[in-house]
C-alpha cells in the first residue's frame, strides 16, 4: 500500500519561494502519474501540476512559468518548487498519487499548508 507524506509548507512572503516534498512509501515504480493539488478556503480542490513516469509536465495555466514540478526515484520523493508566489497562491496543498497495482487506486496524502502574505 503505496502512502504519501509531504512536508515544506509553511508562511512566505510575495515574492518568495518554497519548496514542498512528497514522501512515498512503498512501490515507487507502480505510481504513474504523481503530481499536485491544492485546495482554498472555500474553494474546490485544483490541479497545480503533474508528472508522469516518464517525466511529462502539466502545469495549471496560473502557475506556470513559477512552480516546477520533479521527482527523485531514488528518494521516492515528488517535489513542487514554488517561486514568485502570490497571495492567491495560499491554499492547502495535497500530493497525489495513481497506484498502477491491480485495477488500480489513488493516494493522497494529508495536505500541507501555504500561506503567501501580501
Known amino acids: 500500500q503505496v502512502q504519501l507524506v509531504e512536508s515544506g509548507g509553511g508562511l512566505v512572503q510575495a515574492g518568495g519561494s518554497l519548496r514542498l516534498s512528497c514522501a512515498a512509501s512503498?512501490?515507487?515504480?507502480?505510481?504513474?502519474?504523481m503530481g499536485w493539488y491544492r485546495q482554498a478556503p472555500g474553494k474546490q480542490r485544483e490541479l497545480v501540476a503533474t508528472?508522469?513516469?516518464?517525466?511529462?509536465?502539466n502545469y495549471a495555466d496560473s502557475v506556470k512559468g513559477r512552480f516546477t514540478i520533479s521527482k527523485e526515484n531514488a528518494k521516492n520523493t515528488l517535489y513542487l518548487q514554488m517561486s514568485s508566489l502570490k497571495p492567491e497562491d495560499t491554499a492547502d496543498y495535497y500530493c497525489?498519487?495513481?497506484?498502477?497495482?491491480?485495477?488500480?487506486?489513488?493516494?493522497w496524502g494529508q495536505g500541507t499548508q501555504v500561506t503567501v502574505s501580501s
Open positions: 497525489y498519487a495513481r497506484v498502477r497495482v491491480g485495477s488500480g487506486y489513488d493516494v
Open positions: 512503498g512501490s515507487f515504480a507502480s505510481i504513474n502519474p
Open positions: 508528472i508522469t513516469s516518464g517525466t511529462m509536465v
